[in-house]
């Protein structure tokens, strides 16, 4: 068994939904309301030490519920293995989750993406701002319901 996986499964049993392995990748789904905690205990453990945070990726599912989701890919430079952590967020329109910037400083970059383009707000997050967009621009042209013509 994927050393993470055990790790999430023993400290976070009630907030691990699924595990897919796929062609020697490990995707693991879990629930949003502890994505700090498990995150940090990713980072921190000993056979994971996930230290590199190498992106954030904001997805839209529309018309599928949950809507929104969160894609985390983690590199572990101790032993050469990445992971992907993945969560789900609510169908509202303006989805919100906890920050990690707190566990790798690189997510501030990665979340204020994933708010400019899809909207999704982190909870905590230093300076959430949009990145690519300017200031006065209206929607977040990566949802599949934003007009192909803009607003």
């Not at 392995?21 to 905690?37: N, Y």
């Not at 572990?76 to 989805?95: E, F, G, M, V, Y």
């Not at 977040?140 to 607003?151: F, S, T």
Request: net charge negative; glycine share 6%; hydrophobic share 40%.
């Amino acid at each position: 068994m994927n050393p993470a996986v055990a790790l999430l499964e023993e400290k976070f049993p009630e907030d691990v939904v699924e595990v897919v392995e796929f062609r020697g990748d490990t995707t693991i789904v879990v629930k949003p309301e502890r994505i700090v905690d498990i995150c940090q205990a990713l980072k921190d453990g000993h056979e994971t030490s996930f230290k590199y945070l190498s992106m954030i990726a904001g997805m839209d599912y529309l018309p599928a519920s949950p809507r929104f989701g969160l894609v985390y890919n983690l590199y572990c430079h101790k032993n050469h293995s990445r992971i992907t952590l993945k969560t789900l967020l609510t169908d509202d329109q303006a989805p919100a989750v906890d920050s990690v910037s707190s566990v790798w400083s690189t997510a501030i970059w990665h979340e204020r993406e994933a708010y400019d383009m899809m909207g999704i707000r982190f909870k905590g997050h230093p300076d959430l701002r949009r990145l690519m967009m300017p200031a006065d621009w209206v929607g977040h042209p990566q949802r599949k319901d934003y007009p192909l013509k803009g607003m």
